[in-house]
């Protein structure tokens, strides 16, 4: 069980905005940064945004992420067929001398 | 462009040891903390370590303190994983990744990495 909970699947249809939330607490996402990544099946993740909302570059502009309190989203507009992956939250947790917390991960599947 | 490979990954027996290792390149190796993340077949990502710019602080998982120890030599860009004791459960993809701005925060760019098998 992470402490870091995300919902297990998400869908939309093409060109719908699709939300996926990330809920924690004060210890990890209430008093730190939230990271976001994107995994294909058989590939290493790949940073979608860092420090709450920002994007890397080469990150299309239609990913976005929030956060407010202890929950963090992330935003997918104009939703594409290649954008069914998994998504997965991330953030420093200061429990226990510290430690990375990550979501247990949502699939997200383009109908 | 940051390009890390990782190398050492095996199958190995329950009990049994594994050294993972991590080559940094494209990127000033030396400032930048370094971070192990597996992925259990078909589960999601579990950190596993953490390391600083200049190796003198670590971070371990609770389900890997004491068994397994993070390290780097910033001479040769690298950084190890020195995994003792391995267990079934230790099965995983295992991925070296960087954090660009602090030891205390998730990891930014990622290797593409090693399969580690632990069975009899």
């Known amino acids: 069980q992470s402490v870091v909970t995300q919902p297990p699947s998400a869908s939309g249809t093409p060109g719908q905005r699709v939300t996926i939330s990330c809920s924690g607490s004060t210890l990890n996402i209430g008093g730190n940064l939230v990271y976001w990544y994107q995994q294909f099946p058989g590939t290493a993740p790949k940073l979608l945004i860092f420090r709450n909302d920002q994007r890397p570059s080469g990150v299309p502009d239609r990913f976005s992420g929030s956060k407010s309190g202890t929950s963090a989203s992330l935003a997918i507009s104009g939703l594409r067929s290649e954008d069914e992956a998994d998504y997965y939250c991330a953030s420093w947790d200061d429990r226990q001398g510290g430690l990375v917390v990550f979501g247990g991960g949502t699939k997200l599947t383009v109908l | 462009e940051v390009l890390l490979l990782e190398s050492g990954g095996d199958l190995v027996p329950p009990g049994g040891s594994l050294r993972l290792s991590c080559a940094g390149s494209g990127f000033p190796f030396n400032l930048y903390a370094m971070i192990w993340v597996r992925q259990a077949p078909g589960k999601g990502l579990e950190w596993v370590s953490t390391?600083?710019?200049?190796?003198?602080?670590?971070h371990y998982a609770d389900s890997v303190r004491g068994r397994f120890s993070i390290s780097r030599d910033n001479s040769k860009n690298s950084l190890y994983l020195q995994m003792n004791s391995l267990r079934a459960e230790d099965t995983a993809m295992y991925y070296c990744a960087t954090s660009e701005f602090s030891q205390f925060l998730p990891p930014d760019n990622w290797g593409q990495g090693t399969l580690v098998t632990v069975s009899s």
């Open positions: 390391i600083s710019e200049t190796g003198d602080a670590s």
